[in-house]
Nanobody, 123 residues
Framework: QVQLVESGGGLVQAGGSLRLSCAASGRTFSSSTMGWFRQAPGKEREFVAAINWSGSTTYYTDSVKGRFTISRDNAKNTLFLQMNSLKPEDTAVYYC????????????????WGQGTQVTVSS
C-alpha cells in the first residue's frame, strides 16, 4: 500500500508561484500513474494534471495548461506540481493521488490519496 503526504501549499499573491510536493512511501510509486486534483469550497473535486509511471507523458486540464507543470522523481518517490502565474480561481485544497491504471483525469481510477494541502491565491 502506498501512503502519500503533500506539502508546499500556502498563501500567495496572484501572479506568484508555488511548488507542491507529494512524498510517497511503498514499492509501487515508480510503477504508478500519479495525478494532482483540487477541491475548492462548495465544489466537486476536479482533475488538475497527471503523469505516467516514467514521467514521459503528462496530461493537464485546460485551465492550467502553460502555467502548471507536473513532474516526478522515482528515485526519491516524489511527485511535484510547479504552479506559476497563479490566479485566485486556483484557490483550493490540492491532493495527490496514485493508481496502477493508465493516464486519466477520472478520480475513480486512482487507488490512493494524500490528505491534501491548502493553496490560497489572493487578488
Amino acid at each position: 500500500q502506498v501512503q502519500l503526504v503533500e506539502s508546499g501549499g500556502g498563501l500567495v499573491q496572484a501572479g506568484g508561484s508555488l511548488r507542491l510536493s507529494c512524498a510517497a512511501s511503498g514499492r509501487t510509486f515508480s510503477s504508478s500513474t500519479m495525478g494532482w486534483f483540487r477541491q475548492a469550497p462548495g465544489k466537486e473535486r476536479e482533475f488538475v494534471a497527471a503523469i505516467n509511471w516514467s514521467g514521459s507523458t503528462t496530461y493537464y486540464t485546460d485551465s492550467v495548461k502553460g502555467r502548471f507543470t507536473i513532474s516526478r522523481d522515482n528515485a526519491k518517490n516524489t511527485l511535484f506540481l510547479q504552479m506559476n502565474s497563479l490566479k485566485p480561481e486556483d484557490t483550493a485544497v490540492y491532493y495527490c493521488a496514485g493508481g496502477l491504471g493508465g493516464l486519466t483525469g477520472n478520480p475513480r481510477r486512482y487507488d490512493y490519496w494524500g490528505q491534501g494541502t491548502q493553496v490560497t491565491v489572493s487578488s
